[in-house]
């Protein structure tokens, strides 16, 4: 079964390295303050545990290289591992240690509108 990547609002494509390593839909419940957020959350909870940002740092870039890896090698990867990359990416955009640029970071795609086959204007009408 075939995932839905595209919500009411579109889709987030999340790039690491040049990567894309996740693509996630854009709805009114998972926006991208809620993508924040839960770059957000795993700081404030790492913190609670007893990792400095450093220890968080160290984690959080090992473990994005290491999708960015498997998915180069084109080794699969397992849905709760792209879901802490994810985590990962927004935390250390949230610390603004990577830019959102070309190369690490966010697209957002709008929803694509469908077109009526039947109300298509076709180019070559005599």
């Given at each position: 079964?075939?995932?839905?990547?595209?919500?009411?609002?579109?889709?987030?494509?999340?790039?690491?390295?040049?990567?894309?390593?996740?693509?996630?839909?854009?709805?009114?419940?998972?926006?991208?303050?809620?993508?924040?957020?839960?770059?957000?959350?795993?700081?404030?909870?790492s913190?609670?545990?007893?990792?400095?940002?450093?220890?968080?740092?160290?984690?959080?870039?090992?473990?994005?290289?290491?999708i960015e890896?498997?998915?180069?090698?084109?080794?699969?990867?397992?849905a709760?591992?792209?879901?802490?990359?994810?985590?990962?990416?927004?935390?250390?955009?949230?610390?603004?240690?990577?830019?959102?640029?070309?190369?690490n970071?966010?697209?957002?795609?709008?929803?694509?509108?469908?077109?009526?086959?039947k109300?298509?204007?076709?180019?070559?009408?005599?």
């Open positions: 079964m075939k995932k839905n990547r595209e919500g009411n609002k579109g889709s987030i494509s999340l790039f690491f390295k040049g990567t894309l390593f996740a693509m996630y839909p854009l709805s009114d419940e998972y926006n991208l303050d809620y993508y924040y957020d839960t770059g957000e959350d795993i700081i404030r909870k913190k609670e545990m007893g990792y400095n940002i450093k220890q968080q740092l160290i984690v959080y870039y090992g473990f994005l290289n290491k890896r498997r998915k180069r090698e084109k080794l699969p990867i397992y709760s591992d792209l879901d802490k990359a994810t985590h990962a990416l927004f935390a250390l955009l949230r610390l603004r240690l990577i830019e959102d640029d070309e190369i970071g966010y697209l957002i795609m709008s929803k694509r509108k469908r077109v009526n086959p109300n298509r204007s076709h180019l070559c009408q005599l």
